[in-house]
């Protein structure tokens, strides 16, 4: 599925890194980012191809978002349909 | 990416989800109870409950994948059935049974609410819609 990851946290170096690190190990193709730092605050929007398959899909998004558990990450996989429809009429 | 997955519509969602507490409500999954009519209650009762067992078994896990993945929360899992009312109007009896068996299959699936034990009545009051009102 294409999915839409998002991370929120205090910037320093590396979280780029660390995210599609442990994107890579995952299989998950990365489509698109876009970063901006406001601030101190670090905010980066990954679109990413999961591969497809219900159940493992599911666990591959519930280990991202953990990766920010410890981190002062916050981290978010959420189908990219979501946003589609919450922005368009 | 396309213009509804910008930057700004994605943390405004994500803000909508994470502060404002945007969520969906209720899914509602609907079965149609008109097969289960029989003369006799209890038999009646009894294919209420199968029905609802097996169409609704999936109701909860499908709400939690649906919620997975698309990363906003599902509250609550309803079922609507047929108006009770019907069923009574062909079996008779005490009403009250079957509101028993709709919680009861209801608990069953884990479904958070059950809807349908009324009487539609603006066409005129059955024997049935009576006795359950």
Known sequence: ?89 | MNKNTNSDNIIETIRMIEEENLDIRTITMGISLMDCADSDIDRSCEKIYQKITTKAKDLVKTAADISREYGIPIINQRITVTPISLLVSASGGDPVKYAKILDKAAKAVNASFIGGFFAVVPEGMTAGGKTLI
């Open chain 1, 1 to 89: 599925m294409r999915a839409v990851i998002s991370v929120v946290g205090k910037d320093r170096p590396g979280i780029l890194a660390y995210v599609a690190t442990n994107c890579a190990q995952r299989n998950i193709n990365i489509v698109d980012v876009t970063q901006k730092v406001l601030q101190d605050l670090f905010t980066m929007i990954m679109i990413v191809e999961i591969p497809e398959d219900m159940e493992k899909t599911h666990q591959i998004a519930d280990e991202i978002e953990s990766l920010g558990e410890g981190q002062s990450l916050k981290i978010h996989v959420m189908h990219e349909d979501i946003f589609n429809a919450m922005h368009t009429i």
